[in-house]
């Protein structure tokens, strides 16, 4: 097969790849992902929902596997990418159209690069405990030196754990936490609904756990996210996209 051959089936699957008909199927199904996640945050709460939903390719409803969050997001990136080289019109009066498009892949690929980059473990902690070390990984691993220390220290003051009437079940649990780092110290909440973010990690309220002495343990996963970046940079290219847009269209009137 020529060079020619490969240049021209190269640009005819990146054209069909940027139509917008893979877009228009992709939106209502992301919106709809969007809204079981929302509302399974309810009964299993935030962490296991983006998990679940949104931090996976595929998820199982009743046995049926669907695309998850992932999935979904890397189809819309590819579409946008192609639509962006192999459809856009290019010319100086949609530059900043274009500007606005580059804008959105970005953010897109800035979520996929931290969805498969991201670290995540766990912190056990009992009322008046303080610690600086994740103790293990989802699967039960031991973290990575680079991970397993925080750059600061975190410590429970207090924890509330509601169960259903007439059942051991957790049913919403919160933690008020101080966060230490060196001579600065500040109080935060930690909830079902309610992450906490500071210097590139989150901390969910993942779980929770009665040690054998009977003491509630409040389990926070915590997740070190070097994508942090990327959503600044595209609200940054997004901003310039709008402004040239709009001078261009004041220039034609």
Known sequence: MSWA???SQFITW????GRPDILFWCLPYLMALIFIGTIAQKYVGLYVAQTTYFSSFVFFLNF???????????IMTINLICKFIFLSPWTKAKIGIHIIHLSIIV????GLLTALTMKEGFIPL?????????MAFADGTEPDDDFKYLPFEIKLNNFQRDVYPGSTIPKEYESRVTIIDGDVTWPAIISMNEPLRYKGYTFYQNSTAISADGVPISILSVVVNKGLIFPYISGVLLAIGLITHILIRRKKL
């Not at 990146?14 to 790849?17: A, C, I, T, Y």
């Not at 049926?64 to 890397?74: A, S």
């Not at 953010?107 to 800035?110: A, D, E, K, R, S």
């Not at 009992?126 to 994740?134: C, I």
């Open 14 to 17: 990146g054209r069909r790849l």
């Open 5 to 7: 051959s490969l240049s």
């Open 107 to 110: 953010l897109l690929i800035g």
């Open 126 to 134: 009992r009322e008046g405990q303080t610690r600086d070390q994740v």
């Open 64 to 74: 049926i596997p669907f695309p998850g969050g992932y999935t979904v997001l890397g």
